[in-house]
């Protein structure tokens, strides 16, 4: 079946350091790639998307790159805030129309 | 603003007694799902309306079902909660396009279940 691969957290940075959150995917057919983000106490929001192989979701200074040859979508950002501090996941849609398989999510903390 | 409402946002029941959670939307969406999340783990499927059409994961235990009395408003009901059941539901709605791969899910708050 469908399953999605995150790196395990949590992940400490610095504010302004550069940021990746590695997602690998397997899948049969061509799924939809995803980013959600889960702030404390909250449900997910979608942070980004990528519907077709090379397409780059991409939102708040976010971006991710759904690559088949690597069936990879990793999450990267330039220069990450305090405000970023959240859990992070990564998802496909593939598996029975618009069913979401999830990975375990991976929890990001950014200090000043 | 659209949104989904997700009522309570913490409930509290005792082992075995019945529950229901509540899930309305005002985004018009002819989807709706419900996610079981356990601590620190991925959001699981455990069943989703079309419509009125009601799809349940094979892995669902028969101690969840769930009512979709309209299209604004789904519940989940457990009938008899055990330990293991303690866990964030998290209420979803998609609006189905050409393509339901691409379909873009919005998800409520959640209700935080303690089981005592």
């Known amino acids: 079946g469908d399953s999605v691969t995150q790196m395990e957290g949590p992940v400490t940075l610095s504010e302004e350091a550069f940021l990746t959150i590695n997602c690998t995917y397997t899948?049969?057919?061509?799924?939809?790639l995803f980013w959600y983000v889960q702030y404390p106490g909250e449900g997910l929001q979608l942070l980004l998307k990528?519907?077709?192989?090379?397409d780059k979701g991409s939102n708040k200074g976010f971006e991710a790159t759904y690559r088949k040859e690597t069936t990879s979508f990793h999450l990267e950002k330039g220069s990450v805030q305090v405000s970023d501090s959240a859990v992070y996941f990564c998802?496909?849609?593939?598996?029975?129309?618009?069913?979401?398989?999830f990975g375990t999510g991976t929890q990001l903390k950014v200090e000043l | 603003d659209a949104m989904v409402i997700q009522n309570p946002r913490y409930q509290v029941t005792q082992f075995g007694k019945p529950v229901t959670l509540s899930c309305s939307q005002t985004?018009?969406?002819?989807?709706m799902y419900w996610y079981q999340q356990k601590s620190s783990q991925a959001p699981k499927l455990l069943f989703h309306?079309?419509?009125?059409?009601?799809?349940n994961e094979a892995d669902t235990p028969d101690n969840f079902q769930s009512r979709r009395p309209n299209t604004s408003f789904c519940f989940l009901d457990i009938r008899s909660p055990g330990l293991g059941d303690a866990a964030m539901y998290l209420c979803?709605?998609?609006?189905?396009?050409?393509?339901?791969?691409?379909?873009?899910?919005?998800f409520g708050p959640g209700t935080r279940l303690t089981v005592l």
């Open positions: 990528a519907t077709k192989a090379d």
């Open positions: 998802a496909l849609s593939g598996g029975g129309g618009n069913k979401l398989t």
């Open positions: 979803a709605t998609s609006k189905e396009g050409a393509n339901p791969y691409t379909d873009t899910q919005y």
């Open positions: 899948a049969t057919g061509y799924p939809s």
């Open positions: 985004l018009n969406h002819n989807v």
């Open positions: 309306y079309y419509d009125k059409d009601f799809n």
